[in-house]
């Protein structure tokens, strides 16, 4: 095995997995443009790829998963913890022997006939004090491409980290992608994960959700740093000052539109602009002067593709223009580019759905979007961050950036005003725990139910949410007066209609120039039930179709709805236990009393 490591604890565990996978052929990614060039080519030759237009999208590539495998599978994802009460109630728990046992004998032998891929890969820039390496094994090209884009791979990894042990874990094996076995299983006490059965980015690019965000929020409440849900962003004002905020939503709230915001013209014209660090995972630690930094650990974005369109959202379209790789998208046969659903008005008539057949444009019916639609609703981009217009010239900084703002968010007819303000860190801590969003007609079931994700880490939260939310709390206690102020938006408030009364999108930079203000002491609040919101004529509304009363509608507080709100928050709580941390309770009869 030619390695380009010494390391022995890597190496003892690679011929472990060899041992037990029995691969044909064993090649070592070194993360040169090279190697890179000849797997593309053989993943063309072999049909697993398809080569685009080269003209129009130059180095992109078009993938189909299995159509029994196209989203990550939350039912079969599992934390194993030697106690199951360590994996905690939001999660699915396995004994670790128990699930060794079983994941080994379905990765026995299925590398026979294929390749073992071993990626050296670092989440964050290489030799940042926040980064961490990782090893994942893989038998598919797909992942390798992939984990080149959304990671820094290769031999430089391997030189930054040296005998060191801290490395995490991975294996992936494709099998023979049976939904029946499938499993994507985290061992946070053995810096291990391991996915069989799926070749979706979701469950098999393991830099992704599985470490940056599963085995990085254990490794962080060890450690004492914070691997959050959150995009990063720097907003520039006309003085050319950058400040900059992280900010959590759960799905379906516009987080990559926000990441990506371009301020509207009354606020281009002025001089803001809005600078992307990172679109969905930030890596915080305590730096030397007291302040909280973050990372963005990730070096590409793996984007939704529906809905991104040049309206919706131009920065992310333009990162999709070369290099890219596509993955369940619809194929325009005519010029060999491809298409998706609100990319633009003009289906391809001559094409291939994501499912590699014949698609017919005129069968399209939103209530059954999986079957007719040219582009499978949770289709990908996998696109390398240095395409973003607006990335920030602080993405590679291995110091991280410091953050003047924490935000939370989601999706609430009636209840959030448009954005508030906590009274300090253990109030908003009490403000993450209790996120919700309410349900829209893209997720399964009812519509308008309310979806608790604290912090929107419902899914990811590697150990059990009572101890995430208490280490919350130390984290504060940690920065003390230098604690960052946390905040709430919501940009979904309608009427009686339904409609939504905020405009969104580029006109959240209005609110987020609030929220700095407020973080330098430059803008007036009122004191609320909930925290501090706005005065109306604070919110600079010029150019907007919205007079200052329908402003003042979406930030009034209706202490019926609170109440209402604050009895679901004491249900959510329940389920947490003795583990629940006893200043969020108090900060629970807070909101009580104040609503009285």
Partial sequence: MNSLTSNKSILDWLQDKIELLNPDQIEWIDGSEEQLEKLRKIAIETGEMTLLNQEKLPGCLLHRTAPNDVARVEDRTFICTSKEEDAGPTNHWCDPKEMYEKLYNIARGSYKGRTMYVIPYSMGPIGSPLAKAGIEVTDSIYVV?????????????????????????????????????????????????????SAYGGNVLLGKKCFALRIASYQGWKEGWMAEHMLILGLENPQGEVKYVA????????????????????????????????????????????????????????????????????????????????????????????????????????????????????????????????????SRFTAPAVNCPCISSEFESSQGVPISAIIFGGRRAKCAPLVYQSRDWTHGVFI????????????????????????????????????????????????????????????????????????????????????IDRCEGKADAEETAIGYVPRPEDIDITGLDMDINTLKDILTVDKDIWTKEAEEIEEHYKKFGDRLPAALRAQLEILKNNLK
């Avoid at 884009?149 to 874990?169: A, C, E, F, Y």
């Avoid at 809005?274 to 995972?281: K, L, R």
């Avoid at 499912?355 to 005129?362: F, P, S, V």
């Avoid at 608790?452 to 940690?478: I, Q, S, T």
Wanted: net charge negative.
């Fill in 145 to 197: 491409l992939n984990m080149a884009i959304m990671t820094r791979v290769g031999k430089k990894v391997m030189d930054v980290l040296g005998d060191s042990n801290d490395w995490v874990r991975g294996l992936h094996c494709k099998v023979d992608v049976n939904p029946e076995d499938r499993y994507i299983c985290q061992f946070p006490e053995d810096n291990t994960i391991i996915s069989v059965n």
């Fill in 247 to 378: 900010a959590a939503f759960p799905s379906a709230c516009g987080k990559t539109n926000l990441a990506m915001l371009i301020p509207p013209e009354y606020l281009r014209k002025k001089g803001y602009k809005v600078w992307t660090v990172g679109d969905d995972i930030a890596w915080m630690r305590v730096g030397k002067d007291g302040r909280l930094y973050a990372i963005n650990p990730e070096n590409g974005f793996f984007g939704v593709a529906p809905g991104i369109n040049e309206k919706s959202n131009f920065n992310a379209l333009e990162s999709t223009k070369k290099n890219t790789i596509f993955t369940n998208v619809c194929l325009n046969l005519d010029d060999n580019t491809v298409w998706w659903e609100g990319l633009d008005n003009n289906p391809p008539h001559n094409a291939l759905n994501w499912r590699g057949e014949k698609w017919d444009y005129t069968k399209y019916d939103k209530a059954n979007k999986v079957q007719t639609a040219g582009a499978h609703p949770n």
């Fill in 432 to 515: 993450g725990s209790a996120m919700a969003s309410e349900t829209t007609a893209a997720a399964a079931g009812a519509v308008g139910v309310v979806r608790r994700d604290p912090m929107a880490m419902l899914p990811f939260c590697g150990y059990h949410m009572g101890d995430y939310f208490n280490h919350w709390l130390e984290m504060g206690e940690k920065l003390g007066d230098k604690a960052t102020i946390i905040f709430n938006v919501n940009w979904f408030r309608t009427d009686d209609e339904g409609n939504f009364i905020w405009p969104g999108y580029g006109d959240n930079c209005r609110v987020l120039n609030w929220i």
